[in-house]
């Protein structure tokens, strides 16, 4: 048993060594005569029909096939070809493989290398290949082969005018059958209470897809008719490759980008998702607060709708931020440069603009009025119909609508008449001047009465008057009243100014405005014989 297992042992120290050396032996033979390991094609009329790995001489692997692919094209151009004429022939240690008593390739013992055959079963088997493509190939060089070519081509370009009359007559059949049809086929679309297409547009978006269609299928039938036509001819026959080539290389780079994209695509999906039902309850809860279903404290109702765009901008575009990186390109060089070329644009144009966006959510915050108060913006007085984070936008007591930018009235001065109606009330006021002979306890007296039987004037709190100055003539009496409905404050004052001249005159107490002199020159006295003014029952409109 020892001796049997020190013969087994021997014998498998033997078979390694063996092995090594072929390894070796091989990697030696490579590196001596620079055997290519993928080889060098030979290709004839755009097929390739084998591979050479080894030189010859001074000739390299791809030498020899470029060499051996124009000495089978001469072949093949040649009237006839004849299959017995081509041979195979070893002198000494080389093998030839001769055409006519042309050699066309010399096999060498370096040829052998890692196929496994000898220099004349490698002989035999490319004798066997070459006759069967050059047999193939050169009856399309053949007169009659050119001919039944030239009828195949035109075989080829009838059918397909025929199929492009047939598409050109099938659509104009389609297109008449729809205008015929219109009121059956057509309905207009509509998105809740908006007309989204009208049915003669939805007839005219379906004749112009029905003409891209037919463009379409006219030009895949020449993209497939061109490589059918090139491929008809030998000389061409290469051609039809690169034009399928052209054709399809395009296609599946788009599908396998689409493909290798999908996973991002996918985390897109998701991010947007993520942030959309976000955005969502945030809406949720604006509305609730601006519906005063949800109280916060210190948070006013009218923040609510402006702070909700606020967080949804800062959404969108935190959101951006983080989809970037999963966009197609988007750490391309041209991308960034395009990304800061527009940034340093709207940077530039929109300077006005974000200063007023700025402004808008300071006036927001700062609430010195919102949308239906009477307000005055340095001399215009109106109501306040839009305000948004751009512009506030009044409609003055004369109706016209005045636009003005945030920024402005952030700089100018604001009043509101309508905040102090909602608690005590809008106190107006009017100034008379009335000479010395007349009591001011009287006039007192006078200007309460107007200002109680005026429209719209409160009676608590209770009017009241100032004496603002005594000048050299007369003296100046302010009637104070209190008002709860700015929007009529116009009305209200014109009909406090009648109401006062109703009451001095039927007290008999002149009016000193203009200035009139207390020792007259015999002129009578400022106040009308008849006094007494009919008033109509029913006042104008709101002013």
């Not at 006839?80 to 080389?94: G, H, M, Q, R, V």
């Not at 991010?271 to 039902?277: D, E, G």
């Not at 009043?415 to 007192?444: C, F, K, M, S």
């Amino acid at each position: 048993m020892k001796t049997l297992r020190f013969l087994i042992s021997v014998t498998l120290i033997f078979i390694s060594l063996f092995l090594d050396a072929q390894d070796t032996a091989r990697q030696v033979i490579n590196k001596v005569v620079s055997i290519d390991e993928q080889g060098s094609p030979v290709i004839l009329l755009g097929d390739t029909l084998f591979k050479i790995h080894a030189p010859n001489g001074t000739f390299s692997a791809r030498e020899r096939a470029k060499s051996l692919s124009e000495r089978l094209m001469e072949v093949v151009r040649e009237p006839e070809y004849f299959p017995d004429s081509l041979k195979a022939l070893t002198i000494e240690n080389e093998s030839y493989i001769v055409y006519r008593n042309r050699p066309l390739l010399v096999i060498r013992q370096t040829d052998t290398i890692r196929t496994g055959l000898t220099q004349q079963e490698i002989a035999t088997k490319l004798i066997t290949q070459l006759n069967k493509h050059l047999s193939a190939k050169s009856v399309k060089f053949n007169f009659l082969a050119t001919v039944k070519n030239i009828g195949y081509t035109l075989l080829v370009v009838l059918l397909l005018v025929f199929i492009i009359w047939f598409l050109n007559w099938l659509f104009r059949k389609i297109s008449t059958y729809a205008e015929r049809n219109k009121a059956r086929l057509f309905k207009s679309i509509k998105i809740n209470s908006y007309e989204f297409l009208t049915a003669d547009r939805e007839q005219r978006l379906a004749v112009a897809i029905l003409k891209f269609l037919k463009i379409v299928l006219i030009i895949l039938l020449f993209l497939f008719a061109l490589p059918v036509i090139f491929s008809i001819f030998p000389t061409t026959e290469g051609i039809t490759r690169k034009i399928l080539g052209m054709i399809l290389s395009p296609v599946r780079t788009i599908l396998m980008a689409i493909v290798n994209y999908l996973p991002k695509l996918i985390a897109i999906i998701v991010i947007f998702l993520i942030f959309k039902y976000l955005i969502r309850f945030i809406r949720f809860l604006a509305r609730e607060v601006e519906n005063k279903a949800l109280v916060l404290p210190g948070f006013y109702p009218d923040w609510a709708k402006p702070t909700y765009n606020i967080i949804r901008v800062v959404l969108y575009a935190f959101m951006f931020v983080i989809i970037f990186p999963y966009l197609p390109g988007s750490d391309s060089a041209i991308f960034r440069g395009v990304s800061v070329f527009l940034g340093l644009l709207l940077s530039l144009g929109s300077t006005s603009l974000i200063g007023n966006t700025i402004a808008g959510i300071v006036i927001t915050y700062m609430r010195p009025y919102k949308v239906g108060d009477r307000i005055k913006l340095d001399d215009i007085v109106g109501d306040v119909v839009e305000k948004s984070l751009m512009i506030t936008r009044i409609k003055t007591i004369k109706n016209e609508e005045v636009t003005i930018p945030n920024s402005k009235v952030l700089t100018g001065y604001t009043v509101n008449y309508t905040t102090a109606t909602l608690e005590q009330g809008l106190i107006i006021h009017t100034t008379v001047t009335i000479g010395y002979d007349a009591p001011w306890r009287t006039v007192h007296e006078l200007l309460i009465r107007a200002a109680n039987s005026t429209e719209g004037v409160v009676k608590k709190p209770k009017p009241f008057v100032l004496q603002t100055s005594l000048d050299d003539f007369y003296v100046s009496y302010q009637i104070n009243a209190f008002i709860k409905n700015s929007q009529r404050i116009v009305r209200i004052k014109s009909d406090l100014h009648q109401n006062i001249q109703d009451e001095f005159n039927r007290a008999g107490v002149e009016i000193m405005s203009p200035h009139y002199r207390s020792e007259r020159d015999g002129n009578p006295v400022t106040i009308p014989e008849k006094w007494e003014i009919e008033l109509p029952e029913e006042k104008d409109g709101e002013t």
